[in-house]
Structures are given as C-alpha cells and as structure tokens.
C-alpha cells in the first residue's frame, strides 16, 4: 500500500492532499491494481474504456500508427502519471491510438463512476480540471512542434520548450533517442546527425541522456 500511496502523492490529481488524506479517499472507492510485461499492450486503438489509469511504477507509451504505417509517439508517462482521463469522460470513450507498457509497470485502475466519486472532494475536482487543461496545452505545442518542417527546427522547439518548463539549460531524455525520433515524427540517422551537427557548432553538448543547451540565442534563431 505504501508503494501505491506514494505514487499516487506524485500524482497531480491527488496534489495538495497529504499521504493520509489520499489513503482516506481511495479507501472509499473501488479500484484495482494490474501488473504489466515490457512491451504488452494495455489498450488498443479504438478499444471503448471506462477506467482511469495511474502508473504506480514503470513507463507507459501512446503511439499512433498511421495509414503509411508510419508510428508516432504522442507521449511517455512515469510513475503518478495518469491517462485515459479524456477517453472516459469524452462522448465515445474509445481509444484515439494504442497504450502499451514501455517496461514493466504497475498500474492502478478506477473506473468512471468512482472517479467521479472522488470528485466531490474539490481539490480532486479542481486539479482534475487542472490536468485535462495541462493535456490540452501539450497537444498545442505538439501541433506547433509537427508544423516545423527541418528536423533541426524540431530539436530546437523541443529543447527550448524543455528549458522553459524546466528553468534549466541542462535537458534530460525521458527516452531512448529511437522513441524522441518517434516523438519528434524524424528518423534515428536523422535526428543523431543533426544532433551531431549542433553539437559541432557549440550550440549543444551531448551527454548520455542529457543535452546542454549551450547557445540558446542560436536554437532560437533556428525558428525564426
């Protein structure tokens, strides 16, 4: 129970409620707990749903495969993350694209109706309101991030981006570079060479999982 009750302290629904107070609220709903393999689906495009998903441990991926066959990845999500809240409480509730476990994970199911139960504690409500506005801002700067056409113009909104939610020079990679090519719609070759070719003019600095942003005067040059 701890492992779960810490998770769910990480969770932005739950923000503002102390390990107790969480403990207290899921004690009066129903939910379930539900052990994931690397690479195994969770849900599939067009899959109806009405639960609620909360990564106690692990990765979660929302890929979109398109009728090229080509997949993009929309996002990954960590340990108190949830997803499906908008496939739920939309009018079809049905899966826009597939969910699968990156890693091995561990996830907490709630279904709508005691969601919605959780729902009349206001700090619940409020900050659920607070994560699908959240979402809705992530699909926009996605939006913006697919209208630059040169991949180098990509890294440069993406690493920007990354320093401003950050306030730090210093991004790290949620993911391996296959998946950010995913996510940034380019291919692995593509993206490592103009990597290298930032980092050659001193505007990066490449290091493992993480890239300094040396210039940012430059990568914001990159997009004008």
Known sequence: MNKIINAL??????????????????????????????????????????????????????????????????????????????????????????????????????????????????????????????QILYYEKRLELFAYSSIQKKIAFYLLNEMKLTNSPIIHLPFTKTSWAEYLNVSRPSLSRELKKLASQGIIRLKLNNIVIINQHALECLLR
């Not at 107790?20 to 709903?29: D, H, N, P």
């Not at 609620?52 to 979660?60: A, R």
């Not at 809240?85 to 990156?102: A, I, L, N, T, W």
Request: a neutral charge; proline letters at 4%; glycine letters at 6%.
């Open 9 to 134: 302290s990480q969770c932005q629904i739950f923000a503002g409620l102390n390990p107790s107070q969480i403990e207290t609220q899921i004690a009066t709903v129903p939910y379930r707990v539900c052990d994931f393999d690397k690479n195994q689906f969770i849900s599939r495009e067009d899959q109806h749903s009405v639960n609620i998903g909360i990564i106690i441990y692990g990765c979660v991926e929302i890929q979109k495969v398109l009728p090229s066959g080509n997949v993009i990845c929309i996002f990954h999500k960590n340990s108190g993350a949830t997803f499906g809240g908008s496939v739920v409480f939309s009018s079809k509730s049905v899966y826009p694209c597939d969910v699968f476990s990156r890693d091995k994970s561990q996830i907490l199911f709630f279904h709508k109706s005691s969601f919605v139960q959780l729902c009349q504690n206001p700090v619940v409500a409020e900050n659920l309101l607070t994560t699908f506005a959240n």
